[in-house]
């Protein structure tokens, strides 16, 4: 089993800045992919930002240039660094880990936390 645990999430005001942390443990075989995505109250849970083994990364476009995903393989761990938050930012962020064992991917999700920009 592999837990995947969030921290970072709060209340901010516009304009501010957040980071968001994910640590993965447990029975990893090999982890292809990590990311963040959100879900606002009454809509549905959309990609945030996605880092792959490689490095390699993709952004929503309401977020590129705000926010920065990177990620420590030895760490299993992911961050979501958010600069200039907006109030559109408020959701629920969840951290998903792609885990590649061989023969198919397994995502796993954590809890999720709250990030609220509001004045």
């Known amino acids: 089993q592999v837990q995947v645990v969030e921290s970072g999430g709060g209340l901010v005001q516009p304009g501010g800045s957040l980071r968001l942390s994910c640590v993965a443990s447990g029975s990893i075989f090999s982890i292809d992919g990590m990311g963040w995505y959100r879900q606002a109250p009454g809509k549905q849970r959309e990609m945030v930002a996605v880092i792959t083994s490689d490095g390699t990364t993709n952004y929503a476009d309401s977020v590129k240039g705000r926010f920065t995903i990177s990620g420590d393989n030895a760490k299993n761990t992911v961050y979501l660094q958010m600069n200039n938050l907006k109030p559109e930012d408020t959701a629920v962020y969840y951290c998903?880990?792609?885990?590649?064992?061989?023969?198919?991917?397994?995502?796993?999700w954590g809890q999720g936390t709250q990030v609220t920009v509001s004045s």
């Open positions: 998903n880990i792609k885990d590649w064992d061989t023969f198919a991917t397994t995502d796993y």
